[in-house]
């Protein structure tokens, strides 16, 4: 049985909990609908859990273990001490008024992710925004809507970025084409500040940059901008997170997050350096 790791997310929680609770249940080859019925629900009901798409009652999953023959004390505990750290609320729930709930679990598995590598089309990477940037951008998506809720989007964005911050936080590999960064965003003066703040983030350690050029033509990720995330807990599967206009795609299955995978190392291998990156920055940001 797998313990809490330092870091570790609700939202990566349920799903590491919910992955543990199916092995068992595949072990005993006891059906969802078997399973279900014990506790009171439905085959539906077990597929959300084990997918960590919803909470956990302690008492059904105590009555689970007990179905899949776990007995022992000590593993009943590892898996049950889970039960309430997933329960908690992430600070993004604060949001709930402004995130969808779509967007609440990718935040949550950021939260929760060693390594972050992700390829950006449009737009600078949320978590590499300035403020103003961040607005701009906010602002731009959102017609009709509020100063008041374009203002707590932009909070929740500059809320996200402290996760770079963190002693434990994670490795954040971000490939930009380049019509992201020469699209005038908020003006010039905006862009420029946009610009020089990428090139002060890269001296973190845990911040890499590379841009894909105009130049360079075609390429493996014309689909569209998407990320991929990697946990501390071997239990859990990368996740492939592909947004949409008013959803989003989650991916672990092997297939598709080796798909993905080997489209970001090629673009890493034809984008810039991160030397060549620092000196593309800047020429742009002349430029503007």
Not at 242 to 268: G, M, N
Request: glycine share 8%.
């Amino acid at each position: 049985m797998t313990q809490n790791q330092p870091g570790s997310g609700p939202t990566a929680l349920r799903i590491l909990l919910g992955s543990q609770l199916r092995r068992l249940r595949e072990a005993k080859g006891v059906t969802r609908e078997e399973a279900g019925h014990l506790i009171r629900g439905s085959e539906s009901k077990i597929s959300r859990m084990e997918l960590g798409r919803v909470g956990f009652k302690e008492r059904d999953v105590a009555d689970l273990l007990t179905l899949y023959g776990v007995a022992d004390h000590e593993a009943r505990s590892a898996v049950l001490d889970l039960v309430g750290t997933a329960n908690e609320p992430g600070w993004w729930h604060r949001f709930n008024d402004v995130l969808p709930g779509w967007f609440q679990a990718y935040v949550g598995l950021e939260e929760a992710a060693t390594r972050i590598r992700t390829y950006e089309v449009q737009f600078v990477p949320g978590l590499l925004q300035t403020k103003e940037y961040a607005k701009a951008v906010v602002t731009a998506g959102s017609a009709g809507i509020a100063a008041e809720e374009i203002s707590r989007r932009v909070d929740v964005r500059l809320e996200r970025q402290r996760v770079l911050d963190r002693a434990d936080g994670p490795v954040f590999w971000a490939v930009i084409d380049e019509a992201a960064l020469r699209r005038p965003i908020g003006g010039a003066e905006v862009m420029r500040a946009q610009i020089e703040h990428l090139i002060e983030q890269m001296r973190q350690p845990n911040i890499t940059v590379q841009v894909m050029p105009f130049d360079f033509g075609g390429h493996s990720a014309e689909g569209g901008a998407f990320s991929i995330l990697r946990f501390p807990d071997r239990e859990l599967p990368d996740v492939v997170y592909v947004e949409q206009l008013a959803s989003a795609l989650y991916l672990d299955k092997r297939e598709d997050v080796d798909r993905y995978t080997e489209v970001i190392e090629r673009l890493c291998a034809v984008s810039t350096t991160p030397d060549e990156t620092v000196e593309l920055l800047r020429t742009i940001a002349d430029e503007f």
